[in-house]
């Protein structure tokens, strides 16, 4: 890997992370465009010291360059969780860990230089988030409040 697409990855994985994260800041959530830039970005960069350790040591010892892999989606996981809320009967900020979880996988994805993969992951991501925000709000809100309703009146009997 030479120093132009090194450079073209980090680059890459800061325009996606940021497309993602401008989606979440727009609709003020506790993570938003730095962090997913820094997540996307940390991502690649974990993914790129992989590849370097494989082609540097591969003749010499045995190399999993699947191991960081592992180690970061896991890790992701733990930031991931401090967006959770619990309060009361209520969950907040569940959409933004799996979005924190699945932007680093992106940034993985372009570590590896997986681009196809990661620019279609980023644009599911961005149809999911937009998209099926109204669609929730017309159809499935309306069940879960007839869900809750039903709940809180076999709670009181």
Not at 40 to 49: N, P, R
């Amino acid at each position: 890997m030479d120093f132009r697409d090194i450079i073209l990855r980090l680059l890459l994985t800061v325009v996606m992370g940021g497309i993602i994260g401008a989606e979440r800041q727009i609709h003020r959530k506790s993570a938003g465009m730095r962090t997913h830039i820094l997540v996307c970005l940390g991502s690649t960069l974990m993914m790129l010291i992989s590849l370097f350790i494989y082609d540097t040591f591969k003749d010499e010892v045995n190399v999993d360059p699947g191991r960081i892999v592992g180690h970061v989606i896991s890790g992701i996981g733990f930031l991931g969780a401090g967006t959770i809320i619990v309060t009361g009967g209520s969950i907040r900020g569940l959409t933004t860990a799996a979005t924190l979880w699945v932007t680093a996988a992106v940034g993985l994805a372009v570590g590896c230089g997986f681009y196809l993969a990661a620019g279609i992951t980023t644009l599911i991501i961005l149809l999911a988030l937009i998209w099926l925000e109204p669609f929730e709000e017309k159809f499935l809100s309306k069940d879960r409040k007839e869900e809750m309703d039903s709940n809180s009146h076999s709670e009181k009997v």
